[in-house]
């Protein structure tokens, strides 16, 4: 089994940046890639970002490209996720997922974090 563990949520106001971060252990050997995904209220979960464990290849959604950086520090097992100029409508609790297959095939994601609340005022 995979656990991932989220941190870094908080409020902040549009225009400014935060930084998500998801520990991963247990048997992360398993796993091909880590994401990010968001889910707002009364909306459904939404893909952000993903980044594979080896190469560090990234991927993102259209809504976040230049905005969000992804990374992956693999002796600590650690993704974390850089969010600069937030907007109201990146409101949403952030998951951290582990796939082993291709991180964009989003229903193969079979490992999730407990989630981290973002929330941004305008």
């Known amino acids: 089994q995979v656990q991932l563990v989220e941190s870094g949520g908080g409020l902040v106001q549009a225009g400014s940046s935060l930084r998500l971060s998801c520990a991963a252990s247990?048997?992360?050997?398993?796993?091909?890639?880590l994401g990010w995904f968001r889910q707002a209220p009364g909306k459904e979960r939404e893909f952000v970002a993903a980044?594979?464990?080896?190469?560090?290849?990234?991927v993102y959604a259209d809504s976040v490209q230049g905005r969000f950086t992804i990374s992956r520090d693999n002796a600590k097992k650690m993704v974390s996720l850089e969010m600069n100029s937030l907007k109201a409508e990146d409101t949403a609790v952030y998951y951290c997922?582990?796939?082993?297959?291709?991180?964009?095939?989003?229903?193969?994601?079979?490992?999730w974090g407990q989630g981290t609340q973002v929330t941004v005022s305008s």
């Open positions: 247990g048997r992360t050997s398993l796993t091909y890639a």
């Open positions: 997922a582990a796939t082993n297959s291709e991180p964009t095939i989003f229903r193969l994601y079979n490992y």
């Open positions: 980044v594979t464990w080896s190469g560090g290849r990234t």
